[in-house]
């Protein structure tokens, strides 16, 4: 009878305590067991604001603020690469893709010279260097830091089934931009003319390596 007693006045404060104030409004604040980020100090979208003079709680951006993709002119150039650009648009440029098949070979629209050429494969260097070596290793055998730490699989990019006859290049730049398996996507970190130049620097590897293979 005890535990019927007890169990009645459980369901009881169980049920007044999720039904009971249920639309209730109280003039003070609630008690907050855990507040967690309730009360936060911060401007509504649209809002007004007395802090600032003008009274309004939107801001305009701080003078010199420079928009991600654009130089300090407002122009679309940074580190010296025109087009600073994510993608998002179709075409072999910026999907690797020619209709359903993966395309090989460097996109037209890099405008290559022997010149800028390469300076581009020096740009691929460093940004490999940057993004791609922690795993994949300086000299893209798959041997970086990180698989001395236990991240296992990861590409060698001398193995023959990455060369470009049987891996193009625009599988490639589909690899970089979404991610593959166990490798995460960096076509929100990589610049679509960035991901050529890193395509265009490991074929440099791949054919360094083969030409040392065969001078011994
Ligand atoms: C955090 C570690 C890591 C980083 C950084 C990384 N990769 Fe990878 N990559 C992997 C792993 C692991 C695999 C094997 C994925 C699998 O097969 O599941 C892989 C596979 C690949 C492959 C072969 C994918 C396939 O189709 O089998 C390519 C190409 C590649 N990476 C290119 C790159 C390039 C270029 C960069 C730099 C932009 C890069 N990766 C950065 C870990 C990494």
């Known amino acids: 009878m005890r535990y019927f007693f007890l169990a009645f006045a459980l ?12 639309g209730q409004k109280f003039s003070k604040p609630p008690m907050q067991i855990f507040p967690d980020m309730d009360d936060q100090d911060k401007v509504k979208a649209q809002k007004p604001d007395p802090f600032f003079a003008d009274g309004h709680g ?14 300090e002119a407002g122009e679309r150039v940074i580190g010296g690469i ?20 993966y395309g090989t070979g460097m996109p037209s629209e890099l405008e290559l010279t022997e010149d800028s050429a390469s300076a581009l494969i020096h740009r691929g ?4 260097g940057i993004y791609c070596a922690v795993c994949h290793g300086k000299s893209g ?5 990180t698989s001395q730490y236990g991240v296992p699989g ?39 003319r960035d991901r050529w130049a890193i395509i265009a620097y490991i074929r440099t590897l791949q054919t360094a390596k083969e030409t040392q293979t065969k001078a011994h």
């Open 154 to 192: 990861i590409a060698n990019f001398h193995l023959d089934n990455f060369k470009a006859a049987a891996y193009p290049d625009g599988r490639m730049f589909e690899t970089i931009t979404n991610g593959k398996g166990q490798m995460g996507a960096y076509g929100y970190n990589i610049a679509v």
């Open 11 to 22: 369901i009881a404060l169980l049920v007044v305590g999720i039904f009971g104030f249920h």
């Open 82 to 101: 025109p087009e600073y650009e994510f993608g998002g648009q179709t075409g072999y440029y910026y999907s690797g893709h020619v209709g359903d098949y």
């Open 125 to 128: 260097k460093e940004r490999f």
């Open 141 to 145: 055998d798959g041997l970086g830091m």
């Open 58 to 71: 939107s801001r305009l951006p701080v003078g010199q603020t420079q928009p991600r993709g654009f130089n």
